[in-house]
């Protein structure tokens, strides 16, 4: 029997965006079951993609967003008499590199790996210092400490024995690339990065494309505001020194050079 996916989708007021994304989803992924779910969080209602599921008056954003999709998902797939063995999330600024089925491939390679709670393509876009993102082999899948949030797989049973996996209280969704590796370590899962195949990421889209999208922040301003976000969630979460509780957690069979350089770089943390 072919796996079951649920492949989720987070969209704000860009369907050409989004129905593009969908259309090469639908295109590529012939070797897994799946159910294509779409969520337009405050979307205009004459700037929906042709492939929405669901549609919430409240700009929600990538987190809340993709919490309600799967509670939606989960709702219509118990009704169908089935489960899923794994949900895929894509943002809607994700691009392929190539022609392969992303999701059969990601499915394949978590199968494959039974301590696997999530697996993330490698991200074509990354240079130094965050080399790690970016394939380091010619295929298959490795264990890191650190990935981007970037199109995951994340594994149902994993998911669903932690279902805050997602904290809601991340808004804009920055915090995550750190807390899921986190509590996925802490519940003797791993994360994984496949080298067999890879996305493209157009960061701050909906930002940079404000005449469609409707967002009112700039760039600097939301990255200002979802970095003050991330630290005030972890400094409740864990305290002041959340970033020593997060690298101290990493178990001893995965490298910690993935986490420590994003740390590092990208939140002043020193050894």
């Not at 012939?30 to 929405?52: A, F, P, Q, R």
């Not at 489960?83 to 809607?92: E, I, K, S």
């Not at 959340?242 to 994003?262: G, H, T």
């Amino acid at each position: 029997m072919k796996a079951k996916i649920a492949i989720l989708v987070v969209s704000h007021n860009n369907p050409e965006l989004t129905d593009s994304l969908c259309e090469g989803i639908i295109n590529r992924t012939k070797d897994v079951d799946y159910d294509l779910h779409v969520i337009e969080t405050g979307s205009n209602l004459s700037k929906v993609s042709k492939y929405m599921t669901l549609w919430v008056k409240e700009g929600v954003r990538m987190t809340r967003g993709f919490n309600l999709l799967k509670v939606y998902a989960d709702f219509t797939a118990k009704h169908r008499g089935y489960t899923y063995d794994a949900y895929h999330l894509f943002v809607n600024d994700a691009k392929f590199i190539d022609d392969k089925d992303m999701t059969s491939i990601l499915w394949k390679e978590m199968n494959e790996n039974p301590d696997c709670g999530q697996i993330n393509p490698y991200q074509a876009n990354m240079g130094m210092p965050h080399i790690r993102q970016n394939r380091m082999k010619q295929s298959g899948a490795r264990k890191e400490s650190f990935s981007e949030i970037i199109c995951p797989m994340i594994r149902a049973e994993a998911w669903n024995n932690i279902p805050d996996l997602l904290d809601d209280n991340f808004f804009y969704g920055w915090g995550l690339d750190y807390d899921v590796p986190f509590r996925l370590h802490t519940n003797n899962w791993r994360l994984y990065i496949s080298d067999s195949v890879g996305i493209f990421h157009q960061a701050f889209t909906s930002y940079r494309e404000k005449e469609k999208t409707e967002e009112k922040l700039e760039v600097g301003q939301f990255v200002n505001e979802a970095r003050l976000n991330m630290n005030t969630v972890f400094e409740n979460k864990y305290g002041p020194g959340w970033r020593n509780v997060i690298f101290e957690a990493i178990p001893s069979d995965v490298s910690k050079e993935a986490m420590y350089l994003w740390l590092h770089v990208n939140d002043g943390f020193k050894l």
